[in-house]
């Protein structure tokens, strides 16, 4: 870190060429900067902005081809006047919510900016400030609305999918249609990768009132939590069996009970007497029992230290039940549950925060996913409906399939009443 460091003071570059400006290059050789041909994109970016007053990324990204997600990055780069600033270091280290150690960035001291003149700008000075004002105001309107929107994903980064185990991702409804969750392996980018999943897309409202129910009613009551979590370490203790452990001591006791029957034989030729016989089988006995001793079921969970660890998730959730605020109920929750799993519309288990159950003896709770007895049903539960009938979300009547058209959700009737609606508000506006 000392050597790259020393090299950036130089106004050289120490990292990588994916560490290098859209547009800009570095020669090692010669130790020289360099604009490549990419750079013209930039001018037209710089122009766009400034002059044109264009403020959507999206359009400067249909006129010029570059990510709109990238273009706010690089028109805030100082390096198109010619200066390499390095303004940033990394922090100290912190873990995330997964449990990565990761250093975020942070800003320099005063005494530790390193600015150095590097390439012959290919924007003013003048027209960068003026292009560094106008994206921090279009940065303050974009949070003010954000503030305004009342909108708030609680299930948001601790949502995983109980069929494939992957994330569930939250996508935005477009207009007034609410936002829903999907798996990771349906999104259209990871889909060819990871090859789709059955979990089908969730409405998001439904899903956080979900969360919301599993920390007020389950994880605000120290007894029903406690009573939740014996009875899930016992039942994983029932199904997960340690088959190595058991297969090795199977083995060890197989290769006893040869020892003992080649002992038998060698005592039946009159190759070792009855007090040696006597020893050596003794010897043998003991071994198996402490195979025994040592393959059998440990003693569960104390009830003491489940109910101290609920107590402790009691604390902070208790919390939860007087506010009324989203984003604060966000944060609770966030620091209570490290994950939730959906599984068929039902929230089945969850595990809690590792940060929660620190002074946790065993193993069962701290490391463990606490299987729900009830789930918890998301949104309203699905119509047991008659085999070959369906639902109309209009009339809300059950009718055979014969009387919907493919796969659509509408009956015939309601479908045929809806088209001639719509033909007569066509005839008005067409009459004069």
Not at 23 to 37: A, E, F, L, S
Not at 101 to 112: D, F, L, P, Q, T
Request: with cysteine; charged share 30%; glycine share 6%.
């Amino acid at each position: 870190m000392g050597a790259k460091e020393a090299q950036r003071k130089l106004g050289r570059c120490p990292t990588n060429a994916l560490t290098l400006p859209f547009g800009v290059g570095y020669d090692r050789k010669k130790q020289t900067w360099h604009y490549t041909p990419e750079i013209g994109l930039v001018k037209e970016m710089f122009e766009l902005y400034d002059q044109q007053g264009i403020r959507s990324y999206a359009e400067i990204a249909r006129r010029t081809g570059v990510k709109d997600s990238a273009i706010k990055i690089i028109l805030r780069n100082e390096i198109y006047t010619g200066w390499r600033v390095f303004n940033e270091k990394r922090g100290p280290k912190r873990v995330s919510a997964s449990g990565r150690i990761y250093r975020s960035k942070v800003a320099r001291c005063e005494g530790e900016i390193i600015r150095n003149k590097v390439l012959d700008g290919i924007v003013t000075v003048e027209c960068f400030e003026r292009v560094q004002r106008e994206l921090a105001i279009v940065t303050f309107n974009h949070l003010e609305r954000l503030r305004e929107n009342d909108v708030v994903n609680i299930g948001a980064g601790i949502l995983f999918c109980g069929q494939c185990g992957r994330p569930l991702l939250c996508v935005a409804g477009r207009g007034e249609k609410s936002g829903y969750y999907h798996c990771k392996a349906n999104h259209h980018r990871y889909k060819p990768q990871l090859g789709g999943c059955k979990q089908r897309n969730l409405k998001s409202g439904e899903v956080d009132a979900a969360v919301v129910e599993l920390t007020s009613t389950i994880l605000s009551n120290p007894a029903r939590l406690t009573q939740i979590l014996e009875a899930s370490a016992k039942k994983s203790k029932e199904v997960i069996t340690p088959f190595s452990k058991v297969a090795e001591s199977s083995a060890q006791l197989s290769e006893l009970a040869k020892r003992d029957r080649r002992i038998l034989d060698a005592y039946e030729l009159g190759a070792i007497s009855v007090d040696e016989l006597r020893s050596k089988r003794e010897a043998i006995r003991r071994e198996k029992a402490s195979l025994v001793k040592v393959s059998a079921d440990k003693p569960s969970t104390d009830r003491s230290e489940f109910l101290k660890m609920a107590r402790v998730v009691v604390k902070a959730a208790h919390r939860f039940s007087a506010l009324a605020d989203r984003r604060t109920q966000k944060a609770i929750v966030h620091e209570l549950l490290a994950e939730a799993h959906v599984r068929d519309s039902c929230v089945v288990s969850f595990r809690l925060r590792p940060s929660l159950l620190i002074g946790a003896k065993s193993e069962e709770i701290s490391n463990s996913i606490v299987l729900l007895p009830e789930p918890i049903v998301i949104g309203k539960p699905p119509d047991i409906l008659p085999a070959g009938h369906r639902r109309c979300i209009k009339c809300s009547e059950v009718k055979p399939v014969a009387q919907f058209y493919r796969n659509l959700n509408r009956c015939n009737p309601c479908r045929h009443s809806d088209q001639r609606q719509r033909d007569l508000r066509q005839k008005s506006r067409v009459a004069p």
